[in-house]
């Protein structure tokens, strides 16, 4: 793959590096501010249901309350394991490995990376291994 674009700390002056540098840093000032949401919608949650009956079992709105709960801190949990996947990507970026397949060593297609920016995979090998999608 002649033609795909090289990102690691020897091109920090081209474009590539500097456009997937500045993908990977908004990306992560998104989901920071995501997670800060996340976590004051989680606090207020908490906060309303201490207002009320503490017995989920036999409040009406008890399951609601707790799938609320429960939603909201997948939710942050999901926003934090994007975060740490942004992180490795910085990382590889810096040490000149983003854009390799973690899989079979091959280039991760430069589409995939526009909607995937952390991927660690091909569209091959994350096909054969769902949880790497």
């Known amino acids: 793959m002649a033609n795909a674009p090289r990102y690691g ?7 590539a590096f500097s456009t997937v540098q500045a993908r990977l840093a908004a990306d992560r000032t998104d989901t920071l501010a995501r997670a800060a949401a996340l976590s ?11 207002l009320i009956a503490v017995d989920d079992e036999h409040d009406p709105e008890g ?9 909201v801190a997948s939710l942050m949990a999901q926003a934090r394991e994007h975060l740490e996947e942004l992180d490795r990507a910085l ?8 854009g390799q397949c973690e899989g079979c060593g091959g280039t991760i297609p430069p589409e995939r990376l526009e909607i995937r920016p952390a991927a ?10 769902p949880r790497r999608a």
């Open 63 to 71: 399951g609601t309350t707790a799938f609320e709960r429960a939603h």
């Open 9 to 15: 700390p020897e091109e920090t002056g081209s474009s």
């Open 91 to 98: 990382e590889r970026l810096e040490q000149g490995q983003y």
């Open 120 to 129: 660690t995979m091909c569209v091959r090998c994350a096909g054969s291994d």
């Open 40 to 50: 004051r919608d989680f606090d207020g949650i908490v906060a309303a249901n201490a």
